[in-house]
């Protein structure tokens, strides 16, 4: 099929490649081989929990039908699980659509066409598609960040659905150069400030010097070691320090001195290479000889904007040609909010691969800077950044992630585990360097290829490692595991017990003795499934999940400062148009007390997925993002928010409480 016949993947959210191929076992010492999903799913406790464990998730719930719970602060009545097109919260609670795909944002934005006929230059100004991972800055942050009524709240645009990104589109490649531009400046980040009005309400401040967008074309400074090195050499920047954009912008992290990170996830798809044999950089993240996602690379006319996302070898060398392109993406940026003048500097210390997101341990002073990230993708690993400096509030800055120390996640039956160091210096490194027969020729090499850095040292292949949260008093960490279909059961161990993987889990660890520690103990705190499923604990105080509280696909998490955990979902195809659990959702869950409650709904074919509040709790922002995006023939599945059969817009929801208290307690 020649490029002119080929038409456009529409189909993208949550597909992804498997790209780790390597034949290292999940763990490439354990034998204990004998948990099977049968005996797990019944109770069996084998060696799928540890012995650290605190008090366990029970399912002491509340229906819908019912009396809110007194205990443990979860003062709301749970939600049903349903289908409806719109967005359920508990009663007493009340949601509204804030700043929706479209909303104008900086000086010379046009209002959001009806029809979607606004124009790429239109999008670059207005707030972006498909909202995700977001936080809130108070806006007197350097001063202690205590307002709850004013701050900015900088939001993640992950992806766009053309056929509802444009009034109307051709999937035939080549793509029209507006349309792929418009795409483009959809991607990437809102910066947007606002304010809580005498009534309650909030809104934007139109005109405001901090109001921003960051999109595919902004320009960005590459950080760390990476920096400078050739294979970063591109047309564009011969010097290797220079580049362009960020995109596939999924979750997000912000820093304890006040910047936002957004992070890097699904980016390899918006490339393609057509060159005979492909550089390791590019194999082990699923860039091929297919032409990409949206076929960006063919826009015509041809603008260079658009060109250097074939990362061919078309020129005489790098620096006249894109083929090092994809190595400017996989990476964590850091944005000053409150500087929109502020050039976005990607931290490669932090590991390139497809960033779901980045989590901080809380920073201590005089000790170092420790975070956690995922690489969400089916079999592939939990890595974790401990600087080399240590953490001083009144000096820190992004400085503290250019050094460090990158280590990858080995999971042992046992309820054990270590922090494998990914540091060309270390001699535990070299060793497993030369038995794997293998080279990195300098610590950026290891980062540019930080996924085969990591095959190398036998890291624990994870079953799509996705958002991370850290208790704010215990600092017990939780990662969500969102599911893997492809597992089959010789593939199974007692991290990740289920072959064929569709409904996920949520584990947690805590780190021995200190947060930078090299070791840790480790559980499965919940399994997702239909009501029955059952997770075990060694305690005996077993989970069974009820229809009030069922869920699958875990996929957002976020702690609130009372130690409440919100869990938010992400199913997709038959599991979210046929399975028991209706739309997606988000729950809210006391490790202390065991409560777990279905609090939110979403409406049709959306994902529930980034959550934060004011620093008082009593304002609670939601993010719904690709309402409607499974097609009925000839119409959309939703028209959220507006409703009326209205094109659907991925949006922020406001949730507060009608008596004004704080929001889940």
Not at 16 to 24: A, E, Q, R, T
Not at 274 to 281: C, M
Request: net charge negative; proline share 6%.
């Amino acid at each position: 099929m020649t490029t002119k016949e080929k038409k456009l993947k529409i189909d993208i959210s949550g597909v992804d490649p498997i790209c780790n191929k390597s034949k290292g076992d999940d763990f490439y010492d354990v034998v204990n081989r004998q948990l099977s999903r049968r005996s797990f799913l019944k109770g069996g406790l084998g060696v799928a929990v540890s012995s650290f464990m605190l008090s366990p998730l029970m399912a002491g719930c509340t229906s819908s039908k019912g009396s809110a719970s007194s205990s443990a602060g979860l003062g709301f009545q749970a939600v049903a699980g349903n289908r409806t097109d719109v967005v359920d919260v508990p009663v007493g609670y009340r949601a509204q659509p804030f700043l929706p795909w479209g909303t104008p944002l900086v000086p010379g934005a046009g209002e959001f066409k009806t029809d979607a006929s606004n124009s790429a230059l239109d999008q670059a100004r207005q707030v972006g598609s498909h909202h995700d991972g977001m936080h809130f800055f108070p806006i007197d942050v350097k001063e202690g960040g205590a307002s709850s009524k004013e701050g900015l709240l900088v939001m993640n645009h992950e992806y766009v659905d053309p056929q509802i990104l444009h009034a109307s589109f051709s999937p035939n490649a080549p793509r029209p150069q507006q349309e792929v531009l418009k795409e483009m400046m959809a991607h990437g980040v809102s910066v947007a400030h606002i304010i809580r009005k005498p009534d309650g309400e909030w809104q934007l401040i139109e005109g405001s010097p901090y109001n921003r967008r960051i999109t595919a074309s902004t320009p960005m400074q590459m950080s760390g070691p990476v920096a400078g090195h050739d294979k970063l050499i591109t047309r564009f920047s011969p010097e290797g320090t220079k580049t362009r954009g960020t995109i596939n912008n999924c979750s997000h992290g912000h820093t304890p001195w006040g910047t936002y990170l957004t992070c890097e996830e699904n980016w390899a798809g918006c490339f393609m290479n057509d060159d005979e044999t492909h550089p390791r950089e590019h194999e082990r993240y699923g860039v091929n000889r297919e032409n990409s996602r949206y076929y960006w690379e063919t826009a015509t006319p041809g603008l260079d904007e658009t060109e250097r996302f074939n990362a061919s070898s078309t020129g005489a060398s790098a620096a006249e040609d894109y083929r090092n392109e994809p190595n400017h993406f996989g990476w964590i940026v850091e944005i000053d909010p409150f500087n929109a003048k502020s050039t976005p500097v990607k931290r490669s210390m932090l590991g390139r691969f497809a960033h779901e997101g980045i989590v901080f341990a809380p920073a201590v002073e005089g000790e170092p800077l420790v975070a956690y990230s995922g690489d969400d993708s089916r079999f592939e690993y939990i890595y974790k950044f401990v600087s080399a400096k240590p953490y001083y509030k009144a000096t820190a800055s992004g400085d503290l992630l250019n050094e460090g120390t990158l280590y990858v996640a080995h999971f042992n039956d046992d309820g054990t585990g270590r922090w494998l160091p990914l540091d060309i210096e270390n001699s535990e490194f070299q060793a497993k360097v030369r038995e794997a027969g293998v080279e990195f020729h300098s610590q950026a090499d290891v980062l540019l290829n930080t996924r085969l850095a990591a095959d190398v040292m036998g890291a624990t292949k994870m079953d799509r490692p996705e958002w991370g949260a850290v208790h704010p008093t215990t600092k017990e960490v939780y990662f969500s595991l969102t599911n893997n279909t492809r597992r089959t059961e010789v593939q199974t161990n007692a991290m990740n017990p289920r072959a064929e993987n569709a409904y996920g889990h949520i584990v947690r660890w805590s780190e021995d003795k200190q947060q930078s520690a090299e070791s840790f103990h480790w559980d499965i705190f919940l399994m997702g499934g239909e009501a029955g499923t059952h997770t075990p604990n060694a305690e005996g105080n077993d989970v069974t999940l009820t229809s009030d509280n069922q869920f699958a696909c875990p996929d957002g998490l976020w702690f609130d400062y009372r130690g409440t955990l919100w869990i938010q979902t992400d199913m997709s195809g038959e599991l979210l148009s046929q399975g028991s659990f209706g739309n997606n959702g988000m729950y809210a869950a006391n490790p202390e007390s065991g409560e777990l409650k279905r609090f939110l709904v979403g409406p049709v074919d959306c994902e529930i997925t980034g959550v934060v509040t004011t620093p008082d709790g009593k304002t609670m922002f939601v993010n719904v993002q690709h309402p409607g995006d499974r097609l009925a023939p000839g119409k959309f599945s939703s028209s959220w928010p507006a409703g009326n059969g209205a094109r659907p817009r991925s949006a922020t929801v406001i949730i507060t409480r009608e008596d004004g208290g704080v929001v889940g307690a």
